[in-house]
């Protein structure tokens, strides 16, 4: 658990970067800094472990003020990502993934256990890179080893910088799908720096969206598509937040609120999506492909029924405009 | 691109063919005869020779790696002009006024030699190491820091590693060039093989002065390719320039 009381971030000259925040990340939770370049979301971030200074106020960690730790012990007591470039490029990759163990002295073997398991969980071979540098691998796997290091003293709390910020989009969405499962497995307490909605409403349990220093709407996602507090917010979110908002939900949901189409066998050229898919990206795939229906296909690829742009305006009116608030849940 | 290649062989060739020549011509006409006539004088002059560089170049690495280590920490970040504006006097200076100068403090001799090549080795190595040190992305210092690395840990994990290619090149180039200049101190006394160069000059006698100057010609040589081994062993494999080509 994070807790900000009141924190606020004087540059010298008198300009304030962070200006009286208050907010609380819950045990486990992704909690996503997000806000337009110079908002102050990265010092704030920074000002967790210490690498800026904090001018009022407070930041406790699971309850202690971070100012009453060792600096030191404190920074080696937090998992640290930042966009591409942290690797040290001197050392091997297993190296660099163990450097906070190294530095707290852990023995050889039980290095390299951890290094093996990290390894593993970010889906890189461990035997085939311990021997190579950062600047044999790519962005991707940079970043995925990036995400290791982080993990390696196994921190309860970990800050991520724009950790995704600088990969191709498709590597993109493919890091950030894998860390959230790995999210479920560790559940950290995480505090992730973004300037980009998608990827706040994506990773986030909850957005923080920041503005020239000052928190603009703390709330879950789908509250922030929904009932943007002010004109910034919806701004920032954009017109199109109610097909965002399609990315918060399944398939599955849709059946369970309003029920799946029958398979019409006559059509044909028709497209299938997983039960399990986001109905924004079947909401893309059915107007992409021109197909008046997709069938729903459960994970052994048994039919269960189909989806028409019609199931999902009446979901979207539904789930979205008249149900809000929506959980986030599942 | 084969065109490229062909001029470069060519060039490395024609270069080695006239290597070749000078040496054999140089054995024809008996230049080398010093060498094999005063055999002892030519290994205390070479001895000399080495001394002179390996002091004055130690010396100088003990000075200039530290003090560019200092000015590139925070603290000093705003000294580092005072630093630099020195060591580039000391390379202004020409060679024979700092022995003048130097004549009247430490007198004739080895000392005063050694503090000469001292001050011209300087420069090179003080500045690359502190271009390597300013060339590594604050980025990178900043994930150190944040891993929870101690400045020292930071210095020799992080920082020196990774300047270590530029600082090596500096110090090469320092001592490649001081083997060269040590020729000089022949003329305040400090001995090495500058005794047979001018001497050699002196006479208008090819014999002597090339006895003195290929030795100086083959140590810079060797020096140089020792120190690109040695650079091979301390410089980490990810750092290297190639490697990230």
């Known amino acids: 658990m994070i807790t900000f009381d009141h924190v606020t971030k004087i540059y010298e000259g008198d300009v304030k970067a962070?200006?009286?925040?208050?907010?609380?990340?819950?045990?486990?939770?992704?909690?996503?800094?997000?806000?337009?370049?110079?908002?102050?979301?990265?010092?704030?971030?920074?000002?967790?472990?210490?690498?800026?200074?904090?001018?009022?106020?407070?930041?406790?960690?699971?309850g202690k003020s971070n100012r009453d730790l060792d600096t030191i012990e404190l920074r080696r007591s937090i998992g640290y990502v930042i966009q591409s470039n942290g690797l040290f490029p001197n050392m091997t990759i297993e190296?660099?993934?163990?450097?906070?163990?190294?530095l707290l002295g852990w023995d050889r073997k039980k290095k390299r256990e951890r290094y093996h398991t990290l390894m593993e969980l970010v889906g890189l071979d461990p035997a085939e890179y311990r021997k190579r540098y950062p600047h044999e691998l790519s962005g991707g796997q940079q970043q995925r080893v990036g995400v290791a290091r982080a993990l390696?003293?196994?921190?309860?709390?970990?800050?991520?910088?724009?950790?995704?910020?600088?990969?191709?989009?498709?590597t993109r969405e493919r890091l950030q799908d894998e860390f959230i499962q790995i999210?479920?497995?560790?559940?950290?307490?995480?505090?992730?720096?973004?300037?980009?909605?998608?990827?706040?409403?994506?990773?986030?349990?909850?957005?923080?969206?920041?503005?020239?220093?000052?928190?603009?709407?703390?709330?879950?996602?789908?509250?922030?598509?929904?009932?943007?507090?002010?004109?910034?917010?919806?701004?920032?979110?954009?017109?199109?937040?109610?097909?965002?908002?399609?990315?918060?939900?399944?398939?599955?949901?849709?059946?369970?609120?309003?029920?799946?189409?029958?398979?019409?066998?006559?059509?044909?050229?028709?497209?299938?999506?997983?039960?399990?898919?986001?109905?924004?990206?079947?909401?893309?795939?059915?107007?992409?492909?021109?197909?008046?229906?997709?069938?729903?296909?459960?994970?052994?690829?048994?039919?269960?029924?189909?989806?028409?742009?019609?199931?999902?305006?009446?979901?979207?009116?539904l789930e979205i405009r008249e149900k809000a608030p929506v959980s986030t849940e599942g | 691109m084969e065109r490229k290649k062909f001029v470069s062989l060519m060039v490395r060739y024609g270069f080695y063919a006239l290597v070749i020549y000078f040496f054999v011509w140089s054995f024809q006409k008996n230049y080398f005869s010093y060498l094999f006539k005063e055999t002892e004088t030519f290994v205390l002059l070479t001895r000399q020779h080495l001394e002179l560089v390996a002091v004055s170049s130690l010396l100088a690495i003990a000075v200039a790696l530290p003090s560019a280590v200092l000015v590139t920490r925070p603290r000093f970040r705003?000294?580092?002009?005072?630093?630099?504006?020195?060591?580039?006097?000391?390379?202004?200076?020409?060679?024979?006024?700092?022995?003048?100068?130097?004549i009247s403090i430490l007198g004739l001799g080895f000392k005063t030699a050694v503090f000469a090549l001292f001050i011209y080795s300087v420069l090179p190595i003080f500045r690359n190491t502190v271009a390597g040190l300013n060339s590594i992305d604050?980025?990178?210092?900043?994930?150190?820091?944040?891993?929870?690395?101690?400045?020292?840990?930071?210095?020799?994990?992080?920082?020196l590693p990774n300047a270590a290619y530029s600082i090596m090149a500096g110090i090469r180039t320092a001592i490649v060039i001081n083997v060269g200049t040590a020729a000089f101190a022949?003329?305040?006394?400090?001995?090495?093989?500058?005794?047979?160069?001018?001497?050699?000059?002196?006479?208008?006698?090819?014999?002597?002065?090339?006895?003195?100057?290929?030795?100086?010609?083959?140590?810079?040589?060797?020096?140089?390719?020792?120190?690109?081994?040695?650079?091979?062993?301390?410089?980490?494999?990810?750092?290297?320039?190639?490697?990230?080509?």
């Open chain 1, 152 to 170: 390696a003293a196994d921190p309860p709390v970990m800050l991520m910088d724009e950790p995704f910020g600088a990969l191709d989009p498709i």
């Open chain 1, 95 to 102: 190296e660099n993934v163990t450097v906070v163990p190294s």
């Open chain 2, 138 to 159: 604050d980025r990178l210092i900043d994930a150190a820091k944040g891993m929870g690395m101690k400045p020292h840990q930071i210095l020799f994990r992080v920082e």
């Open chain 1, 18 to 62: 962070v200006d009286d925040v208050a907010f609380t990340v819950e045990k486990g939770d992704i909690c996503v800094l997000l806000g337009p370049s110079g908002c102050g979301k990265t010092t704030l971030l920074r000002m967790v472990n210490r690498l800026e200074s904090i001018t009022e106020g407070e930041i406790r960690i699971n």
């Open chain 2, 186 to 245: 022949f003329l305040i006394g400090g001995g090495g093989l500058g005794v047979w160069i001018f001497t050699g000059i002196r006479l208008f006698d090819n014999s002597a002065l090339l006895s003195g100057a290929v030795p100086v010609t083959l140590l810079a040589i060797l020096a140089d390719y020792l120190l690109r081994l040695l650079e091979y062993v301390v410089v980490p494999k990810g750092t290297r320039p190639s490697a990230n080509a």
């Open chain 2, 78 to 102: 705003q000294t580092e002009w005072i630093f630099t504006n020195l060591a580039n006097l000391g390379q202004t200076i020409p060679v024979l006024a700092v022995l003048a100068l130097m």
């Open chain 1, 183 to 317: 999210q479920r497995e560790v559940k950290k307490t995480i505090l992730f720096v973004s300037h980009d909605i998608d990827e706040a409403i994506k990773m986030g349990n909850k957005i923080v969206l920041m503005r020239d220093g000052k928190i603009m709407q703390h709330d879950t996602p789908s509250e922030i598509l929904v009932h943007p507090k002010n004109e910034f917010v919806s701004r920032f979110v954009g017109k199109d937040r109610a097909i965002k908002n399609l990315s918060l939900h399944t398939v599955e949901d849709l059946q369970k609120e309003i029920g799946l189409g029958d398979i019409n066998e006559t059509i044909q050229d028709t497209k299938t999506v997983n039960i399990h898919q986001d109905l924004r990206n079947t909401l893309s795939t059915l107007m992409n492909q021109e197909a008046e229906q997709v069938i729903v296909t459960d994970d052994h690829g048994e039919k269960l029924g189909t989806v028409t742009i019609d199931h999902v305006q009446r979901y979207l009116h």
